[in-house]
């Protein structure tokens, strides 16, 4: 029930087109939920958060849409660009437990 | 202002040996957690402190421990190291705790041989 499950694995895109990465949750206490852009030799970094009162968030050409129903979120990326390549990790965690849960991440190449 | 640092950036040990990874969080930050990555098993959370107390624990042996000093900074110790110890270390600071946004370092990149 801790699990947070991301697909695909990997998404290979076409500069300019919109890559998708999804995950779904079980526990319903998780109230956070933010996506993480990594690039190699570099550590995670936060790009974009959203908490269950909202369904969706945009931060420049990020979107965040989230189904509270269906227990899933996905990342957007609109007008994809190589420099966008990189490994994303989506994550969940409850205002009374402070410890994120990972998803397995999203290897993601945009083609020039 | 100055981000996560981590230190060294590079190790290399002995299967058998200790090590020490060191953690300097963002200052104000008092939360600090600390992540292994590989790349079969992504990344895979080892303990958060929080004003010098554990608050959380993940599923890692005892050989692994860590610490937090008054002024935050963090270190973490692994103990009798084998080889499949071979990892990115990655420590991330935050405020009061994951649901205020990580900041995290570069990491220490372990290589136990």
């Known amino acids: 029930q801790q699990q947070v499950k991301q697909s695909p694995q990997s998404l290979i895109v076409q500069k300019g087109g919109i890559p998708i990465i999804n995950c779904a949750y079980e526990n319903t206490a998780f109230d956070y939920f933010p996506w993480y852009q990594q690039f190699p030799g570099k550590g995670p970094a936060l790009l974009i958060a959203i908490r269950p009162d909202v369904s969706e968030k945009k931060e420049g050409r990020f979107t965040i849409s989230f189904n509270k129903s269906a227990k899933q979120f996905s990342l957007h990326i609109m007008d994809s660009q190589p420099g966008d390549s990189a490994t994303y990790f989506c994550a969940a965690s409850t205002d009374s437990n402070y410890q994120l849960i990972w998803g397995a991440g999203t290897k993601l190449i945009i083609k020039p | 202002k100055a981000g996560v640092t981590q230190t060294p950036r590079y190790l290399i040990k002995t299967r058998g040996q200790q090590v020490t990874l060191s953690c300097s969080p963002i200052s104000g930050h008092r939360s600090v957690s600390w992540y292994q990555q590989t790349p079969g098993q992504g990344l895979q959370f080892l303990f958060e402190y929080f004003s010098e107390t554990q608050r959380n624990k993940g599923n890692f042996p005892g050989r692994f421990s860590g610490r937090q000093f008054s002024n935050s900074r963090s270190e973490m110790n692994v103990s009798t190291l084998e080889l499949g110890d071979s990892a990115l270390y990655l420590c991330?600071?935050?405020?009061?705790?994951?649901?205020?946004?990580?900041?995290f370092g570069s990491g220490t990149r372990l290589t136990v041989v």
């Open positions: 991330a600071s935050s405020l009061v705790g994951s649901n205020y946004g990580y900041t």
